[in-house]
């Protein structure tokens, strides 16, 4: 069953700079297939964390000793790369957050709180994570506003032409997920930003499971708004970015106050900093920050296209093989998708699956995937979730597929 590799990348050598991926679990070999959860991380990022803080910990911006200055450097740079990586125009439309959910709050509270009114409408998609839903319903309770919802068809594909017909003069934001995290599905979002912005409507493109495994260029989509986590392209926890448009950002009231954020203060009034460190309240995540810089220079490195090549080959032959197994269904089954196999097995609980998996060194994700209202809509509790990043094997795959068929004759 096993294929040789065809991509033009060195898996082994990639396999060599993730440490974990050595360990055992339950005695036997980790394969790890839960990258659309988290990623995990080269030795180049645990690298700079410890050169961090073995060497030039210290508060950014402030500092004019040698350690400062140093950290503020190295900070800065992060922001220079993510804004190459993602093709901003300007590096101040790069704002550092602790990942996509405070990213989509962030807008939620500032441009929604100010903009919103009575009657105005926000559409979201059914495929939509939680973290771009309740940020959502939250402020369009407080404001008066109104959450319209795309609905999708039976494979999880967003239904354009329902999406046209819920447009209208009284839209003023469109918040969808890029590629969804339960189902992998790559939406249309350039079509969807052009149809919103003939409309008047701003964009918000939730972008945690697209950044790591597609071409990201905001210029070129026209997105208002891009948010993703640097814990899902192979950095750490805790950091994240929300980009926006230089002239929408400047127009946003400030979403958290405090220090960095200011221009100067007094009890009568505060004015307040430049972007982006008007969105920047506080110490940020320094040493998260400066690795996540580490983990987009190792993707630049290897190559998006080359990655991408090779997740697509893996999602090929992983959907063919998951296909052979008789009470398996794929949800989620569209030609235009990340490297995500979402399944359900009949008669087979998808806990009981992650389970009987993992007593194999297997770790895939069962449950809802904090989309509970995308399974209602498909009218299941939840799936099991085998996704693939770079560093995962066409072995690996054969691993996962013998394993199932050890649940499915446990389970009998
Ligand atoms: N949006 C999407 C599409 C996601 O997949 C996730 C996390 C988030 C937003 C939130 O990102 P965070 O980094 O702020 O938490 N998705 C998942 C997942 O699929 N399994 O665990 C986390």
Redesign the pocket.
């Known amino acids: 069953m096993s294929k040789n590799v065809l991509s033009n990348i060195d898996l082994s050598a990639i396999r060599q700079q993730f440490p974990i991926l050595d360990r055992q679990v339950k005695g036997k070999q980790l394969v790890y297939l ?1 990258n ?3 990623t995990q991380k080269p030795k180049a990022v645990i690298d700079t964390l410890t050169d961090y803080y073995s060497r030039y910990n210290a508060n950014i911006h402030r500092g004019i000793h040698t350690l400062a200055e140093e950290a503020t450097i190295a900070y800065e740079s992060t922001r220079e790369k993510v804004r190459g990586f993602i093709n901003a125009k300007h590096v101040e439309e790069i704002i550092f957050t ?7 709050n962030l807008v939620a509270n500032s441009w929604g709180r100010s903009q919103l009114k009575e009657g105005d409408e926000i559409i979201i998609s059914t495929l ?2 939680h ?2 839903i309740v940020p959502w319903q939250l402020i369009a309770k407080e404001k008066g506003a109104n959450l319209r919802v795309v609905p999708i068809g039976d494979n999880g594909e967003f239904l354009f032409d329902e999406y046209l017909k819920l447009l209208s003069a009284n839209t003023r934001m469109v918040s969808v ?6 189902l992998g599905v790559i939406n249309p979002v350039k079509q969807i930003i052009e149809a919103a912005h003939r409309m008047g409507a701003l964009v918000m493109v ?1 972008g ?2 697209s950044t790591v495994h597609l071409d990201i260029d905001v210029q070129d989509l026209q997105a208002d708004f891009f ?1 993703f ?1 640097g ?2 392209v192979y950095g750490p ?1 805790g950091v ?1 970015v929300l980009y926006g448009k230089k002239e929408i950002l400047e127009s946003m009231p400030p979403f958290q106050g405090g220090g960095e954020m200011i221009r100067e203060v007094s009890f009568k009034e505060t004015t307040f900093n430049e972007l982006p460190y008007k969105f920047e309240a506080g110490t940020p995540n320094i040493a998260d920050t400066i690795a996540l810089g580490s983990a987009l220079d190792l993707i630049t490195s290897i190559g998006k296209l080359n990655i991408r090549h090779h997740e697509d080959e893996l999602l090929a032959y992983a959907t063919n093989a998951l296909l052979s197994i008789e009470s398996l269904r794929i949800m989620g089954n569209t030609p235009n998708k990340v490297s995500v196999c979402s399944f359900v097995i009949d008669g087979v609980h998808p806990q009981d699956i992650g389970i009987l998996l993992d007593n194999q060194g297997i770790a895939v ?1 069962t449950g809802h ?2 989309t509970q209202p995308l399974m209602a809509r498909l009218g299941i509790p939840g799936t099991t ?1 085998a ?1 693939f990043a770079m560093y995962n094997t066409f072995e690996e795959i054969d691993i996962l597929i013998a394993g199932i068929q050890k649940v499915i004759r446990m389970m009998k």
């Open positions: 839960d659309a959860a988290t602790r990942g996509t959910t405070e990213s989509i939509e994570h973290s771009n997920v890029h590629a969804s995290n339960a939730d945690a499971q948010a986590s814990h899902k926890t994240g994700r995937h904090c979730r996704s």
